[in-house]
């Protein structure tokens, strides 16, 4: 599949990728298989492997229940929903450019442990705000789909 995103050209400024990347998103589906560019038949693999991660880096569960996690490129909180909840972190924050994904997200997810919603280009938001400490920064593959960070 051919994108907006995967055509760009070398030399293309960074406010032209957020706006490129802004379209691609306004156009996905707030859906599993949208956040996953059509492979939404790969969650369930990538939800084990992410939970089987999780479990050997962080293997105290109680120790888990007490952290604050950042979802970063959340979209609609798949990951969260489906990974980082389900393992016993206490409470996960989510960072995504996407408005309407956020608003999906409180929805999708239907937790109490959804904590804040952050509206952000990755590279445009300030982790060290002062606002929020995390324990745990989570991000699966939103680095490899972001060009302005390459």
Not at 7 to 19: I, V, Y
């Amino acid at each position: 599949m051919t994108t907006a995103l995967s055509t760009a050209m070398d030399g293309t400024t960074t406010d032209d990728m957020l706006r490129l990347q802004t379209k691609f998103y306004d156009e996905s589906g707030a859906t599993i298989d949208g956040m996953l560019g059509g492979l939404g038949q790969l969650d369930p693999a990538d939800c084990s492997g992410s939970k089987s991660f999780i479990d050997k880096n962080f293997p105290d569960k109680d120790e888990r229940s007490k952290m604050r996690v950042l979802d970063v490129g959340a979209g609609i909180g798949r990951v969260t929903k489906n990974v980082l909840i389900p393992v016993g972190f206490g409470t996960v924050d989510l960072l995504e450019m996407c408005q309407r994904f956020l608003d999906e997200a409180v929805t999708f997810v239907a937790s109490p442990r959804l904590g804040q919603r952050y509206c952000s280009p990755m590279n445009k938001f300030d982790f060290c705000n002062g606002e929020q400490d995390w324990d745990l920064i989570w991000y699966c593959d939103i680095l490899s789909h972001d060009t302005i960070l390459q």
